[in-house]
Nanobody, 122 residues
């Protein structure tokens, strides 16, 4: 059974940093693409960043230059380093795993974590 468990969320002031981590219980983790999505209250879920096993990471325009996604296939983890956080980054952040390539399409992901709350105060 696949499980994705996020950690690292919290409350931070604008301009601060947080690092989210997602631990995956997937035997063939290195063959999966991993993504981070977020959902703010009253808004639809949106893509943040994704990384496959073989291509460069992809990012939403809103986070380019501020967020970095990194995977560690030896530990079955994918991290999201978030710098220069803004109040509009406030959301529940979830990681997801896909058998397909990294994509901004939430429908292409097969497994999802429960999410971790990130709150950025002005």
């Amino acid at each position: 059974q696949v499980q994705l468990v996020e950690s690292g969320g919290g409350l931070v002031q604008a301009g601060g940093s947080l690092r989210l981590s997602c631990a995956a219980s997937i035997r063939t983790f290195s063959t999966y693409s991993m993504g981070w999505f977020r959902q703010a209250p009253g808004k639809e879920r949106e893509f943040v960043a994704g990384i496959s096993w073989s291509t460069k990471p992809i990012y939403a325009d809103s986070v380019k230059g501020r967020f970095t996604i990194v995977r560690d296939n030896t530990k079955n983890t994918v991290n999201l380093q978030m710098n220069n956080l803004k109040p509009e980054d406030t959301a529940v952040y979830s990681c997801a795993a896909s058998r397909a390539g990294a994509s901004g399409d939430a429908g292409s992901y097969d497994y999802w974590g429960q999410g971790t709350q990130v709150t950025v105060s002005a």
